[in-house]
């Protein structure tokens, strides 16, 4: 009841931000340090570049994440990669000191992400959708959609204030099928920012050059110079866009423009939080404009 009143009120009052400065305010949840750079690293570029503020949270410190190294040591050097990715695309970087590889959705981490999302005063939450072959990543939507209402409720995690304005929630791009393929609502064409993105991941050295190479037996196709590496990286990531977001670029971009793009990153609004309408999101997302 109280849940549906507090909706319905959020949902009447159309405001494109929390504040009235005209900054839009993004914050993006990743299990991992690299996850976020992966699934919205060029459109986190395009809203630094148009001056709104971007942060990037991994909910773990990503201490599990390499063959030959783990514990303290790794979680410190993946820190600084991805403090050095953040700043290479002009994005704040987070990185909470959670177990790789242990996630749960405890009302401890779900407290930690409400204070972040309440602190950075967002108007947009991104996440993962919680079916994912990855535990952490599960976890991680599950944990962002607990947090989606408790965001605006006073008495929850109370030594932080609450929102007075429920954020828009969406999910990252994935392939998973069950129980329900993605659905494109957002697309955003990357092409302009895509060196800046693959920079982003080169600086997850530990990573894209180490860890998920050996993970799919091919370390030894990985360069040694860095600037031949990162061609590498960039072919490695660059992947032919799907027809339903080639659909959704042609409804935000019109079918000419969307017929160009080669890169994009696709977004789906969460029934959680609020919802937006198409001119919602079209002053959401500014660089649709
Ligand atoms: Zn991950």
Not at 42 to 48: E, V
Not at 203 to 219: C, I, K, M, N, T
Not at 243 to 262: C, D, F, H
Not at 268 to 289: H, N, T
Request: charged share 30%.
């Amino acid at each position: 009841m109280l849940k549906l009143f507090a909706l319905s009120f959020l949902c009447a009052v159309v405001l494109p931000a929390q504040d009235s400065d005209g900054k839009i305010r993004v914050i993006a949840f990743g299990a991992h340090p690299d996850d976020c750079d992966i699934r919205a690293g060029g459109t986190a570029a395009k809203f630094a570049a148009l001056g709104h503020p971007v942060k990037f949270v991994s909910v773990t410190n990503g201490d599990a994440g390499h063959q030959s190294e783990g514990g303290g040591a790794l979680a410190k050097r993946r820190r600084a990669e991805a403090i050095e990715a953040g700043r290479r695309i002009g994005v704040t970087y987070e990185v909470l000191d959670n177990h790789d590889g242990e996630l749960l959705p405890t009302v401890d981490v779900r407290q930690q992400i409400i204070r972040r999302i309440r602190q950075w005063n967002a108007d947009i939450v991104l996440a993962p959708r919680p079916n994912d072959y990855h535990p952490d990543h599960r976890y991680t939507g599950v944990l962002v959609q607990d947090a989606a209402y408790m965001v605006v409720v006073p008495n929850v995690t109370a030594d932080t204030p609450p929102l007075r304005k429920n954020p828009v929630f969406m999910y990252y791009e994935d392939g998973f099928q069950r129980p329900q393929p993605f659905r494109p609502d957002v697309a955003i064409a990357i092409d302009d920012v895509f060196s800046k993105k693959i920079d982003a991941l080169d600086a997850h050295q530990s990573q894209f050059y180490e860890w998920l190479p050996w993970v799919d037996g091919r370390l030894e196709d990985v360069p040694k110079d860095p600037a031949e590496r990162k061609k590498w990286l960039a072919g490695q990531r660059g992947r032919p866009v799907s027809p339903a977001i080639r659909g959704t670029l042609e409804k935000w971009y019109g079918k000419e423009k969307a017929a160009q793009v080669r890169d994009a990153e696709a977004f789906e609004v969460c029934e959680y939080g609020r919802q937006p309408k198409e001119e919602d999101l079209r002053k959401l997302f500014p660089m649709l404009k």
